[in-house]
């Protein structure tokens, strides 16, 4: 059994990561999948606080990764039409992975800022937009590799 829990755990971290990569797989959620994995062996043991840390982390990176590009387009000077654009736009992206979770919230806070008049400012709020995008994936990114290090420790 804990062979079969191993590879599924090491499948669930590489998913993780490649998930962080691609908008269609939720990777910090299947990077700690694979902890939990290698917890249930009979040799790996990690504590309880250990585990809730984790999870709190992954639901707050999970949650902050739809966030950031509405900061983006926020801080790249778009209007309150260019958030809720951006946000319409991710929500619309939703249903067209993966391009669509890439492109919905830059496509949706330049619409916002030209329905608002704001022409001069679009591209700029919609590039913020694209910007927080890229953070999340980052963020992601580092917080998986952080759970594979783990992963690769207690295997070692």
Not at 112 to 133: D, H, P, T, V
């Amino acid at each position: 059994m804990d062979i079969f829990l191993i590879i599924s755990g090491s499948l669930l971290m590489i998913l993780g990561i490649a998930g962080c990569l691609l908008p269609v797989l939720p990777g910090p959620p299947l990077s700690y999948l694979g902890l939990v994995a290698i917890h249930l062996t009979s040799k790996i043991d990690f504590s309880s606080k250990f585990l809730i840390s984790w999870g709190i982390i992954v639901i707050i990176v999970s949650i902050l990764d739809y966030v950031i590009p509405i900061w983006g387009t926020k801080i790249f000077g778009g209007s309150k039409f260019g958030v809720w654009g951006s946000m319409v736009g991710l929500l619309a992206g939703l249903f067209i992975p993966p391009v669509g979770i890439v492109i919905g919230p830059f496509i949706g806070a330049v619409a916002g800022e030209m329905i608002a008049g704001n022409r001069q400012n679009a591209l700029k709020a919609g590039f913020g937009s694209f910007i927080g995008f890229l953070a999340g994936t980052v963020v992601k990114l580092l917080v998986s590799l952080i759970m594979l290090y783990y992963f690769v420790a207690a295997l070692i």
